[in-house]
């Protein structure tokens, strides 16, 4: 379903906006364009985070935990964040929201502000925290769901590989607003 | 099922297992074979779940079954779990959540192989679509991922995003993967929800080791086993897997690859 995003952006582009009042979402215009990478840049290094410095890189000591000592040492680097790109031309924000979908936890209902055809941001207004699982899904799928739909548009990335912790109504309520975008 | 006119194309997300799984191919197959995949991964949670106490693991951790009277996929898992136990000198072992001073969560169990499961039962599906004539496709549980074949888009391989562990709308890197397997282990996932057997104490000093080879289910064990070991020991012990490479991201962002990992770097 996830997969099923951008096809839907590409189909959008063109048609006018269905909904066409300013964002109302958190994410500041800034921020929406700064996770915006062109399509034919190849992510670069960043440097330093921006919390923390980065170690240096440290040898290894010789010797394996459990079993014998690697055939090459792993090299250290500093983390690398994809570089963010010139922000898109100017378009007017929209928000839409998405059906509540019913899950086994709960109801999940999304709200989609979109640049032009481009998803700039995803808030949750509701979002399952009935029970201790419920919980923890509800809290980690946000903002990990928001960063695969952000993140698979801008670094035309097929696929997200990480701890995610994701659910189709999520997926389901983001599709209809989507759709509902261009009516 | 999206089955888009005049594109052979068969893309499809459920959830299951708590997370969503995706498969999309990129060939004219018969799309029963992807109803079979899915089918197969609701057989699994029905065996392996550790969050509904009739599966077949929890009854063999509760000592009701024995492994002997089990189904032959959870004979099969289990052995691969023992494999996986022993190469990694028990930084992987699915019986960690039995132990005293394991604080009781939900989902923890006496027997888990959750850390192995999830790649493996992807693994499998992928096999069915190549036995199903497929040549270019995925099939992704929540980032435990077989990419195979060249998408038009990206004639070079999938492009598969490494989730960042604290920058939720930056990936960490973006590989190339084409036949290959990823996995990515995380204690953002769920907090720190990943237990050390070795001490029954949590995972620290690794936020996430993201590990690309030919077989997920020993990627997903990998990866796990690397995030137990930490950041010098566990990438250290990641460098000697013969075919595998990977990438761990420190709780000091420090970012540790092994020495061909940069092969899957765009």
């Not at chain 1, 190849?42 to 935990?65: E, Q």
């Not at chain 1, 690697?70 to 964040?81: I, S």
């Not at chain 1, 031309?89 to 899950?103: E, F, S």
């Not at chain 2, 077989?146 to 598969?160: C, F, I, N, S």
Request: glycine share 10%.
């Amino acid at each position: 379903m996830n997969r099923a995003i951008p096809a839907a952006i590409i189909t959008a582009i063109g048609l006018g906006a269905l909904a066409s009042f300013k964002s109302t979402s958190g994410l500041p215009a800034k921020s929406a364009a700064a996770i915006v990478v062109p399509r034919t840049t190849v992510p670069a290094t960043g440097g330093p985070p921006p919390t923390h410095n980065s170690s240096p890189a440290t040898s290894p000591a010789t010797g394996g935990p459990n079993t014998v000592a690697p055939p090459t040492a792993p090299t250290a680097t500093t983390p690398p964040t994809v570089a963010p790109g010139p922000g898109p031309t100017v378009a007017q924000n929209r928000t839409i929201m998405g059906d509540p979908i019913d899950n086994q936890y709960g109801t999940v209902q999304l709200r989609v502000t979109l640049q032009g055809s481009r998803i700039t941001n995803i808030v949750a207004t509701q979002m399952p925290d009935s029970h201790q699982r419920s919980l923890e899904i509800s809290q980690q799928a946000e903002p990990l769901l928001q960063q695969e739909a952000l993140q698979a548009q801008s670094a035309q990335i097929d696929i997200i590989s990480g701890a995610t912790f994701t659910s189709d109504s999520y997926a389901q309520s983001l599709q209809s607003a989507l759709d509902r975008s261009h009516g | 099922m999206i089955h888009e006119p005049g594109v052979d194309r068969i893309r499809r997300a459920e959830e299951q297992w708590g997370t969503v799984i995706s498969v999309d191919v990129r060939d004219l197959v018969d799309d029963r074979v992807v109803d079979e995949c899915f089918a197969f991964f609701r057989r699994v949670d029905d065996l392996f779940s550790t969050w509904r106490p009739e599966t077949e693991i929890m009854r063999i951790g509760r000592g009701e079954l024995r492994r002997a009277d089990a189904s032959p996929e959870v004979d099969e898992v289990l052995g691969l779990c023992e494999q996986m136990r022993l190469e990694s000198g028990g930084a992987f072992d699915i019986t960690a959540g039995a132990l005293p001073n394991v604080p009781e969560r939900p989902g923890r169990a006496p027997l888990d192989p959750s850390g192995l499961v999830k790649g493996w039962a992807v693994a499998k599906a992928g096999e069915m679509l190549r036995a199903a004539g497929a040549t270019c496709f995925f099939v992704s549980a929540g980032g435990d991922l077989v990419a195979v074949g060249h998408p038009d888009e990206h004639p070079t391989g999938w492009r598969v995003g490494v989730q960042h562990p604290w920058e939720p709308e930056h990936v960490a890197a973006v590989l190339t993967i084409t036949g290959s397997a990823v996995a990515t282990s995380g204690r953002y996932e769920r907090g720190d929800h990943i237990i050390d057997p070795r001490t029954g104490r949590p995972a620290a000093g690794l936020a996430s080791v993201t590990v690309v080879g030919p077989d997920l289910a020993v990627a997903d064990a990998y990866a796990t086993a690397a995030l137990v070991l930490g950041p010098d020991a566990g990438m250290r012990w990641l460098a000697g897997r013969a075919g595998y490479e990977g990438m761990g991201i420190a709780d000091d962002r420090t970012v540790v690859t092994t020495a061909g990992f940069d092969r899957y770097r765009i």
